[in-house]
């Protein structure tokens, strides 16, 4: 049994799954180094025992070019001195790692992503408000009423809880404790615990490493998160929180469904959808930028 709109991104899995599973390299770093040049026959021309120094240089003389600048030097503008070029090396490689990590306000222009950072960015303590404020984005998107419509609609044919009834009425008895169940987790796991614990509820954006450590690093941050002071603890948000929704629904949903079973299986599944989020929004830049081709 899952409840709420979180479960949504499962599907987005499947879509982001396949191309990952197929497309060899998606991971890798991209080529940025151009291929060597190869020999030229001139070279090949040279007597057998002519040294390779020489051969160049006799190659500069022949073609009327300045003997090759050290590599130092060879990339430098002109009257730009190596102190200069080192900072705009320093600058681009900053910017390119930027743009692979790089976090979008939304997965595939629909789904949230409001609560993601980008890799290699450092950003200061979320106050009290702003995590607030970072549940009520999640909460109350537009996107949040439509899966949460297309999720009762699920259940309402699957007929999970025959005691909420058929027709409009029961359609809307399944939508609004959906609706409430997505609010009250989200909530839970990004304002009022981590208010209380000053844990920082954002995910943090690994992207360096190979897909298995960055798949890994995305299963431990159910569990692991970074606090208001920068260092890290036990995930009391996305662990208590959830369960603080499993017991919170037994209040609104009918008798059968009130069982200690019943509320562990759904905190267990509330964990299990944490850890696919976990997981699209790790892989989220890659996939847009090199499956999407997105810059």
């Not at 699920?154 to 809880?161: P, V």
């Not at 809307?172 to 796991?189: L, P, Q």
């Not at 208590?240 to 299986?265: C, F, H, M, V």
């Amino acid at each position: 049994m899952i409840r709420g709109p979180r479960r949504i991104v499962p599907l987005l899995l499947l879509l982001v799954a396949p191309p990952i599973a197929s497309a060899q390299g998606l991971f890798a770093p991209d080529p940025g180094q151009p291929a060597q040049a190869q020999q030229t026959p001139v070279a090949q021309s040279q007597n057998p025992g002519t040294p390779a120094s020489q051969i160049s240089a006799q190659e500069n003389q022949q073609d009327g070019a300045p003997p090759a600048a050290s590599d130092q030097t060879k990339h430098q503008q002109p009257g730009q001195t190596k102190e200069e070029k080192d900072q705009q090396d320093q600058k681009h490689q900053k910017e390119n790692k930027a743009q692979k990590g790089k976090q979008t306000k939304r997965m595939a222009y629909v789904v949230p992503n409001f609560a993601a950072v980008s890799a290699y960015k450092q950003l200061p303590p979320l106050s009290t408000k702003g995590k607030f404020s970072l549940a009520f984005e999640d909460s109350f998107d537009y996107s949040s009423f439509v899966w949460t419509g297309i999720i009762a609609a699920q259940d309402y044919g699957l007929d999970s809880y025959p005691e909420l009834g058929t027709g409009f009425a029961g359609y809307s008895r399944y939508y609004w404790r959906g609706f409430f169940d997505g609010v009250s987790g989200t909530y839970f796991t990004e304002a009022i615990v981590p208010a209380l614990s000053h844990e920082d509820p954002r995910y943090y954006t690994m992207e360096s490493g190979g897909f298995g450590r960055r798949l890994a690093y995305a299963l431990e941050r159910v569990v692991v998160t970074k606090t208001d002071s920068g260092g890290e603890s036990f995930n009391w948000s996305e662990v208590g929180g959830n369960a603080l929704e499993a017991a919170l629904s037994n209040a609104y949903y009918p008798p059968q469904e009130r069982s200690a079973s019943k509320t562990a299986e759904n905190w267990a599944t509330q964990i299990e959808s944490a850890a696919l989020n976990n997981i699209a929004k790790e892989f989220w830049p890659d996939f847009r930028r090199k499956v999407l081709r997105r810059k």
